[in-house]
């Protein structure tokens, strides 16, 4: 009489039929599977030991557990996705007609009146400044920050270094933070913005304001509700 082996998956094959879609990844009824093959085929005269199969049922028990924890897992980031996609688009559409900060590089003056600038400084900054320029890069005027504040506006009068009234037009703005021992700390200027709609790409709801496109990571505040 011929014994087929736990090995021998030639007659669990013929006898046990497969999953219509197989997968890759072992289950815990593909184990379950497995195991209950090795039993109906076992040799008689060498049958499993007690110790082996309850190591086995073991692993099985452990396999159900861990799985039943990733359904669970994946469960919850699933809702936890899907929340966050709300709130966010909740966020976004309460702040259209509302002005927000967002980053800049560049400034407007018209010469009819005070340009409020704001500026953002990175953690461990001891030394901050912000520079406005002109076209060909030369500084008009130059504010020293207090490194202290993380977040903070000033005011520009519109006038140069030397007290004199600059030209109207657009400038460039640049702000720039050190740390001990003249390291680079990020910094930012920013300037106010009024949300005028909100546009959803995707799942992701982004801000319309200043004839562009915002993600809402990119704000920095909410000044007022104009």
């Known amino acids: 009489m011929q014994v087929n082996s736990p090995l021998d998956l030639?007659?669990?094959?013929?006898?046990?039929?497969?999953?219509?879609?197989?997968?890759?990844?072992?289950?815990?009824?593909?184990?379950?599977?497995?195991?209950?093959?090795?039993?109906?085929?076992?040799?008689?005269?060498?049958?499993?030991?007690?110790?082996?199969?309850?190591?086995?049922?073991?692993?099985?028990?452990?396999?159900?557990?861990?799985?039943?924890?990733?359904?669970?897992?994946?469960?919850?980031?699933?809702?936890?996705?899907?929340?966050?996609?709300?709130?966010?688009?909740?966020?976004?559409?309460?702040?259209?007609?509302?002005?927000?900060?967002?980053?800049?590089?560049?400034?407007?003056?018209?010469?009819?009146?005070?340009?409020?600038?704001?500026?953002?400084?990175?953690?461990?900054?001891?030394?901050?400044?912000?520079?406005?320029?002109?076209?060909?890069g030369q500084t008009v005027r130059s504010f020293d920050l207090n490194p202290t504040q993380s977040q903070g506006t000033l005011e520009w009068d519109g006038k140069n270094n030397a007290g004199e009234e600059v030209s109207a037009g657009a400038y460039r703005v640049v702000v720039k933070a050190e740390g001990i021992g003249g390291t680079a700390v990020d910094a930012a200027a920013l300037q106010g913005v009024r949300v005028d709609a909100v546009?959803?790409?995707g799942q992701e709801a982004r801000i319309w304001a200043a004839g562009r496109e915002w993600g809402l990571e990119e704000l920095s505040g909410v000044l007022s509700s104009e």
Do not use: C, H, W
């Open 10 to 136: 030639t007659a669990s094959q013929a006898s046990t039929p497969g999953p219509a879609n197989p997968s890759t990844q072992l289950g815990k009824d593909d184990f379950l599977r497995l195991l209950t093959v090795q039993l109906r085929y076992q040799d008689p005269l060498n049958p499993l030991e007690n110790t082996e199969f309850i190591a086995q049922m073991a692993q099985f028990s452990s396999l159900e557990q861990l799985q039943n924890m990733n359904d669970t897992l994946d469960e919850n980031n699933k809702a936890e996705t899907q929340l966050q996609t709300a709130f966010n688009t909740n966020l976004a559409t309460s702040l259209v007609g509302k002005k927000v900060e967002v980053p800049t590089s560049e400034v407007e003056i018209d010469g009819t009146g005070v340009t409020t600038l704001g500026y953002r400084l990175g953690e461990g900054a001891r030394e901050a400044i912000l520079q406005i320029l002109d076209a060909q």
């Open 199 to 201: 546009r959803y790409a």
